[in-house]
């Protein structure tokens, strides 16, 4: 593919104006990061912290931050390149021209297990093994990978694809254009049990779990039933793998967590909120909007809206790495005060 007719459809793309280098319009084979691109592809430099790159990347295409020095240097090695407001999202843009996920044709394979009562919507694919019971409710475009599992009444909005080997338990609603990942389990059971004296009894889960519009589920990641009530994910929102949701959460819009994120019953999330890898939030807690909790936080309470929270527990972001400063010379404070201690009386 041309250089300027991936520049032209970047653009249309991205909707924002790109400048582009003249006079040189290369072939494109493929995109590669920056580091292992070799000639024919296209890369692209995030940042200050790429920067360097620009001088030994084999690549002969690069995506650019509006820099003029490193538009210069690109001029001057001879690379295509154009340059955006947002390097990675036009770099993401471009792989979408050269890479299509898998999709599978509409149809039913022979080995599924199919309801009567199923409603399907026009242009549904249902994979091999896959098993949808009865009242379910597919919509249009719906796509079943291999071996998944609908429990009765759910509801899977339009275009709406459940890959391999998850699991939609009754009682959940998914909305349009989500993307349920492989080995996810949606709408199993809360951990729900009441302490009595002969021990634990079970509290039965008869509760919700909606998934709105556009939401991504990462691999292996749990999203759990109440006893009553919804527990819900947010429009726009991504959680990647190995994440668990517990019964009642409210989970906001446009909310991101990293892998193996955790949260107790009845939390809270606001809008846009990031939460790092191995984050850990207490019960009840209340996370407002626009917040960030730094990779393995341990929230214990609420945060308030666009707060940068970070450590065991959790602490302002600025308050810990002060306290990590400390904590670094505590080993020579200790000293000091043991030379003190020797001249008191």
Same mark, same amino acid.
């Given at each position: 593919?041309?250089?300027?007719?991936?520049?032209?459809?970047?653009?249309?793309?991205?909707?924002?104006?790109?400048?582009?280098?003249?006079?040189?319009?290369?072939?494109?084979?493929?995109?590669?990061?920056?580091?292992?691109?070799?000639?024919?592809?296209?890369?692209?430099?995030?940042?200050?912290?790429?920067?360097?790159?620009?001088?030994?990347?084999?690549?002969?295409?690069?995506?650019?931050?509006?820099?003029?020095?490193?538009?210069?240097?690109?001029?001057?090695?001879?690379?295509?390149?154009?340059?955006?407001?947002?390097?990675?999202?036009?770099?993401?843009?471009?792989?979408?021209?050269?890479?299509?996920?898998?999709?599978?044709?509409?149809?039913?394979?022979?080995?599924?297990?199919?309801?009567?009562?199923?409603?399907? %919507? *026009?242009? !549904? #694919?249902?994979? =091999?093994?896959?098993?949808?019971?009865? @009242? $379910?409710?597919? &919509? /249009?475009? +719906?796509?079943?990978?291999?071996?998944?599992?609908?429990?009765?009444?759910?509801?899977?909005?339009?275009?709406?694809?459940?890959?391999?080997?998850?699991?939609?338990?009754?009682?959940?609603?998914?909305?349009?254009?989500?993307?349920?990942?492989?080995?996810?389990?949606?709408?199993?059971?809360?951990?729900?049990?009441?302490?009595?004296?002969?021990?634990?009894?079970?509290?039965?889960?008869?509760?919700?779990?909606?998934?709105?519009?556009?939401?991504?589920?990462?691999?292996?990641?749990?999203?759990?039933?109440?006893?009553?009530?919804?527990?819900?994910?947010?429009?726009?929102?991504?959680?990647?793998?190995?994440?668990?949701?517990?019964?009642?959460?409210?989970? %906001? *819009?446009? !909310? #991101?967590?990293? =892998?193996?994120?955790?949260?107790?019953? @009845? $939390?809270?999330? &606001? /809008?846009? +909120?990031?939460?790092?890898?191995?984050?850990?939030?207490?019960?009840?807690?209340?996370?407002?909007?626009?917040?960030?909790?730094?990779?393995?936080?341990?929230?214990?309470?609420?945060?308030?809206?666009?707060?940068?929270?970070?450590?065991?527990?959790?602490?302002?972001?600025?308050?810990?790495?002060?306290?990590?400063?400390?904590?670094?010379?505590?080993?020579?404070?200790?000293?000091?005060?043991?030379?003190?201690?020797?001249?008191?009386?």
């Amino acid at each position: 593919m041309k250089f300027s007719t991936i520049a032209d459809k970047i653009q249309i793309a991205v909707a924002s104006s790109l400048t582009v280098n003249p006079g040189y319009d290369p072939d494109i084979a493929g995109v590669a990061a920056v580091d292992q691109a070799a000639a024919g592809a296209l890369s692209y430099i995030e940042g200050d912290k790429f920067a360097a790159f620009v001088a030994t990347t084999q690549a002969t295409a690069l995506i650019l931050p509006q820099n003029p020095v490193l538009q210069a240097q690109a001029t001057e090695r001879g690379l295509a390149w154009l340059s955006a407001a947002d390097p990675r999202l036009a770099f993401a843009r471009a792989i979408a021209l050269f890479y299509t996920p898998y999709q599978p044709a509409p149809g039913v394979h022979p080995t599924a297990v199919i309801d009567p009562s199923v409603i399907c %919507g *026009a242009e !549904v #694919a249902i994979g =091999a093994n896959a098993v949808i019971q009865a @009242g $379910v409710h597919l &919509g /249009d475009g +719906v796509c079943i990978h291999p071996n998944v599992v609908v429990y009765p009444e759910a509801r899977v909005g339009d275009r709406t694809v459940l890959h391999a080997n998850c699991v939609i338990h009754e009682r959940v609603q998914i909305g349009t254009d989500c993307t349920i990942h492989s080995g996810a389990v949606i709408g199993a059971e809360g951990f729900g049990f009441v302490p009595t004296a002969a021990g634990w009894e079970k509290m039965d889960q008869s509760g919700y779990v909606v998934i709105e519009d556009g939401v991504r589920v990462g691999s292996n990641t749990t999203i759990d039933r109440p006893a009553v009530g919804t527990t819900r994910v947010g429009r726009g929102t991504k959680l990647d793998n190995l994440v668990h949701i517990a019964h009642g959460c409210q989970v %906001g *819009a446009g !909310v #991101a967590m990293a =892998a193996q994120v955790g949260m107790a019953g @009845g $939390v809270t999330i &606001g /809008d846009r +909120v990031i939460l790092a890898g191995q984050v850990g939030i207490a019960n009840q807690a209340t996370i407002g909007d626009g917040a960030i909790a730094t990779a393995k936080a341990g929230i214990h309470g609420d945060v308030a809206p666009g707060e940068i929270v970070t450590g065991v527990p959790a602490l302002p972001h600025r308050v810990f790495l002060k306290a990590s400063a400390v904590y670094r010379r505590l080993p020579e404070m200790y000293k000091t005060l043991q030379r003190l201690q020797k001249h008191l009386p």
